[in-house]
């Protein structure tokens, strides 16, 4: 019996080895993070969507450009002006638009108000006869800035453009005094006579003529100088009659400052073999070889500076901007068909007059400060 109890006790003991020996071991293990926290929700789900920041559309500028007498198409004056206003709309993106008017003179005060009520921010004129429609207009649209070129009219809203043509007159009259009487140039005689022929007969075109009087009485006091206006900014064939009465009196070269109508005087000049003289712009071109210098005046820069100054908001009215040869805002053209024909003595004593009227040794007169 004995050896039944321990038989019996031998194989319970072997079953119980062998259950153990069958259960796989439990190995401590450590959560992962995912199994240590909830699952967090996206940025997205967390917080609301912030606004996009962006930036606002930039201001679209729009200026307007009141014609002067003559209108485009004059190769001088307006034309200049519009060379600016094209480039202001083509460098700055400025809206652009020029006014025109057959009468000019006549509509100026319903020309400066149409233009500020259909929105303008900035409204040039080129009419110097607008000084006074202009300083009744502006006070009414103080939203609008004004600006006028070739006369100072006061206005908190008023920037008034003074370009000193008398400056650079006096050096195309001591350039036409010495050429005047110049041995071998067949286009001139031996008289010391010359002309000037104005638009009209007002201190903005008498600014031209004075300076350039002076400018020939410096070189010659004895020259004489033939003056008439054509009382138009646009009839070349009144500036052709105007020119070729002045060649029958013995001048050679006439200087015009008539807008269009100097078409007339450059065509005088070639049918009578004598010389003209351009203005505004380098007109040098239109009468190849007949058209001794122009006297530059870069409307074109000082329109395109009014621009830029608008756009970067340093346009102040109740200014006065002036251009003068300092500046260079005024000068001579490069004498492209003449030059070559000139003596370098002459061309020498024009930039010396120029340096002394920089330099204040030389003072020309503008009559339009008396």
């Known amino acids: 019996m004995f050896k039944r109890v321990a038989l019996s006790l031998i194989i ?26 909830p699952a967090q929700s996206t940025q997205a789900e967390q917080a609301p969507a912030q606004p996009v920041q962006t930036e606002p559309p930039a201001k679209t500028y ?74 009744r207009v502006a006070p009414d649209y103080p939203n609008t800035t004004f600006a006028i070129i070739n006369i100072a009219v006061e206005g908190s809203n008023v920037v008034s453009v003074i370009f000193k043509e008398h400056e650079a007159s006096f050096l195309v009259g001591a350039l036409a005094a010495m050429v005047t009487t110049m041995e071998g140039n067949e286009l001139v005689n031996s008289e010391a006579i010359i002309g000037a022929i104005g638009g009209t007969q007002s201190p903005g075109i008498d600014k ?37 009465a002045m060649y029958d009196q013995g001048a050679d070269i006439v200087f015009q400052i008539a807008g269009g109508t100097g078409e007339g005087v450059f065509q005088a000049a070639e049918e009578a073999k004598h010389y003209a003289i351009g203005v505004d712009s380098d007109q040098d071109y239109i009468k190849p070889g007949y058209i001794l210098t122009s006297m530059i005046k870069r409307v074109d820069n000082a329109v395109f500076d009014l621009c830029s100054r608008l756009v970067n908001g340093s346009l102040q009215g109740g200014t006065v901007i002036e251009y003068g040869l300092k500046e260079e805002g005024v000068g001579l053209s490069p004498m492209t068909y003449t030059k070559d024909k000139l003596p370098a003595e002459f061309l020498n004593t024009i930039e010396d007059l120029r340096q002394k009227i920089i330099s204040g040794e030389i003072q020309v007169t503008d009559i339009t400060k008396k």
Do not use: W
């Open 62 to 135: 729009r200026v307007a450009m009141i014609a002067a007498q003559g209108g485009l198409g004059d190769r001088s004056y307006n034309d200049s002006g519009y060379e600016g206003l094209k480039r202001a709309e083509s460098e700055l993106g400025v809206e652009v638009k020029v006014i025109e008017s057959a009468d000019p003179v006549g509509e100026g005060e319903q020309l400066l108000r149409n233009a500020a009520e259909s929105g303008f921010d900035l409204v040039i004129t080129l009419e110097y006869s607008h000084f006074d429609p202009l300083a």
């Open 208 to 244: 031209f003529i004075v300076g350039y009087t002076e400018g020939a009485q410096y070189i010659n006091p004895e020259v004489k100088v033939l003056s008439a206006y054509s009382n138009s900014f646009g009839d070349p064939a009144k500036g052709r009659e105007l020119a070729l």
């Open 12 to 37: 319970l003991l072997s079953f119980t080895l062998a259950s153990c020996a069958t259960q796989p071991a439990t190995v401590p293990t450590t959560p992962t993070q995912a199994e240590q926290a």
